[in-house]
């Protein structure tokens, strides 16, 4: 049977996909937020922790702390492991490996929709798309996940449909989306519900293929469907068991990969919350933030330690409370998030790309963006559904669904919402499909032309109200808001680098040796290289308490780590041997003090009630 499309388009639509990716990492590479990651923001802390992974750093590893989910730094150790530490060869690396989405949705784009025009022009829509483009290119976990949403795609829609397999390829194919589902789980939880709509189609798709379709063929009995759905969801369910496991079969911290999800949940459903990513409660939003913050945060409201599970489900608790004691403040909150959703502008980023576009011109090329490829997707389900293909309305819809709820649970992104545009791209196949059609028959005379203009009024009729969500106008609080922290972003930047080269000046570390341990831990701390900053203000504390500076910040990164245990033994060593110092370092940890200089307000009042209400208790000592 002659192939419906050359090979030939698709290789090509690679080569345009991957062009635009390079060039853009072109573009964008002499900016400092590429050549330096900001410090304390993701791609960095990935950086890091891959780094700790493969030199074995021992306890405590801020870095592997603060991701909620291990994949990607082990992912990012294996690209280091094997391109070196050089940015751009892994930014070109990770363009060359997502770039493949855009033939892929080329191709079972003309597998669904039986249109190479709609399907070509739905793959160019989206290899034109600037926040594919641009994550595509960077150190980002969600630059891996793209590639894992396509092949499960692939593995649900290339070949026959699941009822219509042999027991035997079912079952292979159904482990190997078994496996897409735990890696995907493994890099982002918020994937989870992708199990229930992946099983679901499974369930429902029709027993033959398109080409068995016409031929008249029989489907073999369900028990294929069972053959794919037991590997699928078993293989699903052993990997989420050996992740729990983790520390006895991997030998990997329990304390690795720390839960937040409590957290982003109370950072979306707070009182007066926008709906994109709004500071909280003394939290900052950084990836610190997120865990060590938030739990003395936790720790400040409960008057007592806490585990990291036991904060995070603090926080989610305190997010519920706004459900139960303000449901219609909680109704606003979710009806802006799905506006926000729909809408066409990309949201609370590191970057924005109103402002990237200025030196990246990739990035102004034409298309839909999101706003187009929504609508087109939204009319592409209304063909589906006018041909009752339930099953793909209910996998290409789902995965959409998906996504919209974990960002109307925690806060919109364009980063979160980045996993909707594959389907998308495949529902926009039909509906580009169908306004052809409607066009070619608009040219036409007589009941065909008057049909199509009643189909094509009333689907526009049904689209406008997603139409006015996903062209409104951004507000402009919203986006000075976005431009100052893209702005702001890229001034931490050009710091790290100044910042970088002082701490390879050999000279400044010469003229007093405990001096410049001190001024070095300042600067990797200014670097968000937490880790190696503690293993400095660690041993200065031990050996020199004296050193106020020093002692004061170990007792900083001891209250991040919650181990209050050692933080008691240290104290109570001070208050034996130097009980001056003792004095002059809870002097020093007051709000106010000349060393808290830099430090937010509200994070000096954490440590204030902590040391308050949990630590001098322990101590037996009064403030």
């Known amino acids: 049977m002659r192939s419906p499309a050359p090979p030939w388009i698709g290789l090509v639509l690679y080569a345009v996909a991957l062009a635009l990716r390079l060039g853009f990492i072109a573009q964008s590479q002499g900016l400092p937020e590429f050549r330096t990651p900001t410090p304390g923001l993701d791609v960095q802390l990935h950086w890091h922790a891959a780094r700790h992974l493969r030199a074995g750093t021992p306890e405590p590893v801020f870095e592997l702390m603060m991701p909620s989910a291990p994949l990607h730094p082990y992912a990012v150790a294996a690209f280091q492991a094997l391109l070196g530490e050089d940015l751009r060869l892994h930014r070109i690396a990770r363009a060359a490996l997502a770039a493949i989405s855009v033939p892929l949705v080329f191709w079972l784009g003309l597998r669904l929709g039986r249109s190479r025009l709609a399907a070509a022009l739905a793959a160019l829509l989206l290899a034109v798309l600037p926040s594919w483009i641009y994550f595509d290119t960077m150190v980002l976990k969600v630059s891996l996940e793209m590639p894992l949403v396509g092949a499960l795609l692939a593995l649900l829609l290339l070949g026959p449909p699941p009822a219509a397999c042999s027991y035997a390829r079912a079952a292979v194919r159904g482990g190997a989306a078994g496996l897409v589902l735990a890696l995907l789980l493994l890099s982002q939880g918020a994937t989870a519900g992708y199990a229930l709509v992946a099983a679901g189609y499974v369930l429902t798709a029709g027993g033959r293929s398109p080409a068995r379709r016409a031929g008249g063929a029989a489907a073999p009995s369900g028990a294929a469907r069972v053959a794919w759905l037991v590997p699928m969801l078993g293989l699903l369910a052993l990997s989420q068991l050996a992740y729990r496991q983790r520390s006895a079969l991997l030998g990997c911290s329990p304390r690795h990969f720390l839960p937040v999800g409590g957290v982003h949940v109370r950072v979306g459903m707070q009182p007066g919350a926008a709906g994109t990513y709004d500071s909280v409660g003394g939290i900052p939003p950084f990836p610190y933030g997120h865990t060590f913050i938030a739990r003395m945060v936790a720790e400040a409201s409960a008057g007592r330690p806490l585990s990291w599970q036991q904060a995070d489900r603090l926080h989610l608790r305190e997010a519920w409370g706004l459900v ?12 802006r998030k799905a506006a926000l959703f729909c809408n066409g502008h990309e949201l609370a980023g590191n970057h924005y790309l109103g402002v990237l576009a200025q030196d990246c011109s990739v990035l102004r090329l034409p298309g839909t963006g999101w706003a187009g490829l929504l609508l087109l997707g939204a009319a592409g389900t209304l063909v589906l559904v006018r041909e009752r293909r339930w099953a793909l309305v209910w996998l290409l819809g789902g995965l959409v669904g998906s996504v919209l709820v974990a960002n ?63 062209f409104r106008p951004v507000e402009p609080r919203l986006l000075a808001a976005m431009t100052k922290t893209a702005l702001g972003n890229r001034r931490l930047s050009e710091q790290a680098e100044a910042i970088a080269a002082e701490l390879a000046r050999p000279a400044a570390l010469a003229a007093d040796p405990l001096h410049a341990r001190l001024v070095r831990a300042g600067l990797l701390h200014r670097l968000a290289r937490f880790t190696e900053a503690f293993q400095q203000v660690r041993a200065i504390a031990e050996h020199h308490p004296a050193e106020i500076a020093a002692s004061r910040q170990y007792v900083v990164y001891l209250l991040w780590l919650g181990e209050y245990d050692q933080l008691d033994a240290f104290l109570r060593r001070l208050r034996a041997h130097h009980p001056e110092s003792l004095a002059a370092l809870l002097r020093s940890l007051r709000p106010g003090s000349p060393l808290w200089r830099g430090v937010r307000q509200d994070q000096q009042q954490i440590v204030a009630v902590l040391l308050e209400r949990i630590v001098l208790p322990r101590l037996g000592a009064g403030p």
Request: hydrophobic share 55%.
């Open 324 to 335: 139960r004691e303000q449901p219609g403040e909680a109704v606003r909150i979710l009806l």
């Open 408 to 470: 109307l649970i925690g806060f919109v992104t364009w980063r979160y919402r980045l996993h909707a545009t594959l389907p998308l791209g495949l529902l926009a196949v039909f509906g580009l499909r169908e306004l052809g059609r409607g066009a070619q028959a608009l040219l036409r005379r007589g009941p065909e032309r008057r049909r199509a203009a009643r189909a094509l009024l009333a689907a526009a009729l049904l689209l406008a109200p997603l139409a006015w969500l996903a």
